[in-house]
C-alpha cells in the first residue's frame, strides 16, 4: 500500500472533507478530523458531512475520528485544511505529536498573519526542515470535487517523490493531480487571487458589468505577476492552473466566498454586514494586508489590492476606489509585466 495511508485529513470543513472523500474515492484508507467535537459526532453518526457538503455520502474507506492524539499515530501522512488564521497554532499542537519525517500537506490558501510569511516558510519554522511538505492548490470548489465533477488541481513541494505519492492518491479519472516544484508561485497565485476576488465582486456588486470585471481579472494578473517576478517565483506557474485558473474562478463564480463578499460590500452593505452574510471564513479578507505589506517591502504597486484594503479597513467607499483605479496615468500595457518600483 502506498505510504502515505492512512492519511488523516485535519479540518472538517467543505475543503477538507471534499480532499478526504476524493482520497478515499480512490479507495485509501482516510481519517477525517475536526475541532467540533458535536460536528464530528454528527458524521461519525450519518457519514456524511451535511453541514457543509449535505446529501454526500462518505465512502467507506473514510472514516471520522475525534481522538485527535489518536489520529496522529495512526497516519502516515497529515494534510491540514483549516484557515490560514489557525495554520501556525495547527502545526504547534500537531509538533509534539508526531514524528520529525512524517509526510505534512496542506490546501489553506493565504499568508501568515501579522508577519506576511509564507505557510510553508512557517511550517519549516515551527515542524523543522525534516518533514516532506506539500501545498496543494489549483482551480477547485469543494462541492464539485466532493461530487466527482471534473476538476485540475496543482501539488507543489521540494520533494518530487512525495508530490508523486500524493498525486497518484489523488489522481482520479475526474480529478487530474499536476505537480510543480515551485512552491512559492502556487502559494502566491492561490493567496493574491481571493484579494483579487473581493475587488472583482465589489464591481460586479456596483453593477459595472462584464468589462469591467474582465479589465479586473487581467489587471489584477499583471499585479501578481509583478509580485512574483519580485519574489522569485516562477512566470510559468502563475499562467497556470494555480494563478490564472484560480484567480478566473474565483472572480467569476459566486461559490467563491471571497467573491461573495465583495458583491454584498458592493450592493451597499458593510463589511461587517458582508462577512455576516458570508457566514464562513472569507480568506481573501485575512490576506489582503499581508500581502500589501509584502508588496510595499518589494517596492511593487499593487493598486487593486491597495484599493481593497481601503474599503475593507479604512472604511472607503467602493465608488470612489474604483474612480482612483480609474483615473490612474494612462501608460503601456506591456511595461505592467515588469517588475515596476515606486
Not at 265 to 281: H, M, N, P, S, Y
Given at each position: 500500500m502506498n505510504t502515505l495511508f492512512p492519511t488523516l485529513v485535519i479540518g472538517a470543513g467543505a475543503w477538507g472533507t471534499a480532499l478526504a472523500i476524493a482520497i478515499a474515492r480512490n479507495g485509501n484508507d482516510v481519517l477525517l478530523w475536526g475541532r467540533d467535537a458535536e460536528h464530528v459526532s454528527e458524521m461519525q453518526a450519518s457519514s456524511s458531512n451535511e453541514r457543509y457538503l449535505p446529501g454526500l455520502d462518505f465512502p467507506t474507506s473514510l472514516n471520522v475520528i475525534a481522538d485527535f492524539?489518536?489520529?496522529?499515530?495512526?497516519?502516515?501522512?497529515?494534510?491540514?485544511?483549516?484557515?490560514?488564521?489557525?495554520?501556525?497554532?495547527?502545526?504547534?499542537?500537531?509538533?509534539?505529536?508526531?514524528?520529525?519525517?512524517?509526510?505534512?500537506?496542506?490546501?489553506?490558501?493565504?499568508?501568515?498573519?501579522?508577519?506576511?510569511?509564507?505557510?510553508?516558510?512557517?511550517?519549516?519554522?515551527?515542524?523543522?526542515?525534516?518533514?516532506?511538505?506539500?501545498?496543494?492548490?489549483g482551480p477547485s470548489f469543494a462541492a464539485?470535487?466532493?461530487?466527482?465533477?471534473?476538476?485540475?488541481?496543482?501539488?507543489?513541494?521540494?520533494?518530487?517523490?512525495?508530490?508523486?505519492?500524493?498525486a497518484s492518491a489523488m489522481h482520479s479519472p475526474t480529478l487530474r493531480a499536476y505537480t510543480t516544484t515551485d512552491v512559492l508561485g502556487v502559494q502566491l497565485g492561490g493567496t493574491v487571487k481571493n484579494v483579487m476576488a473581493i475587488g472583482a465582486g465589489i464591481a460586479d456588486g456596483l453593477g459595472y458589468g462584464a468589462n469591467t470585471r474582465a479589465a479586473l481579472i487581467t489587471r489584477g494578473m499583471s499585479e501578481i505577476l509583478r509580485l512574483a517576478t519580485s519574489l522569485g517565483a516562477q512566470t510559468e506557474t502563475l499562467f497556470g492552473l494555480s494563478g490564472i485558473g484560480d484567480l478566473i474562478l474565483t472572480c467569476t463564480d459566486d461559490q467563491s466566498r471571497n467573491r461573495r463578499l465583495g458583491l454584498a460590500?458592493?450592493?451597499?452593505?458593510?463589511?461587517?454586514?458582508?462577512?455576516?452574510?458570508?457566514?464562513?471564513?472569507v480568506e481573501g479578507m485575512h490576506a489582503a494586508r499581508e500581502v500589501m505589506m509584502r508588496a510595499q517591502q518589494a517596492g511593487i504597486e499593487m493598486?487593486?489590492?491597495?484599493?481593497?484594503?481601503?474599503?475593507?479597513?479604512?472604511?472607503?467607499?467602493?465608488?470612489?476606489?474604483?474612480?482612483?483605479?480609474?483615473?490612474r496615468d494612462q501608460k503601456s500595457e506591456t511595461h505592467t509585466i515588469e517588475v515596476s518600483k515606486n
Open positions: 492524539g489518536q489520529a496522529l499515530t495512526l497516519t502516515k501522512h497529515v494534510l491540514i485544511s483549516v484557515p490560514s488564521t489557525a495554520f501556525s497554532a495547527m502545526l504547534n499542537d500537531m509538533k509534539p505529536l508526531i514524528d520529525d519525517d512524517l509526510p505534512v500537506s496542506w490546501a489553506t490558501k493565504g499568508l501568515t498573519p501579522e508577519t506576511g510569511q509564507f505557510l510553508y516558510d512557517t511550517a519549516i519554522e515551527i515542524l523543522g526542515d525534516t518533514h516532506p511538505l506539500a501545498v496543494i492548490s464539485e470535487v466532493a461530487k466527482n465533477l471534473p476538476t485540475a488541481i496543482t501539488i507543489a513541494a521540494r520533494d518530487e517523490t512525495f508530490s508523486a505519492a500524493l460590500i458592493g450592493r451597499g452593505l458593510t463589511v461587517e454586514q458582508a462577512v455576516a452574510e458570508v457566514g464562513k471564513t493598486p487593486i489590492v491597495e484599493q481593497v484594503c481601503k474599503i475593507l479597513f479604512e472604511g472607503y467607499d467602493p465608488r470612489k476606489a474604483v474612480q482612483e483605479l480609474l483615473s
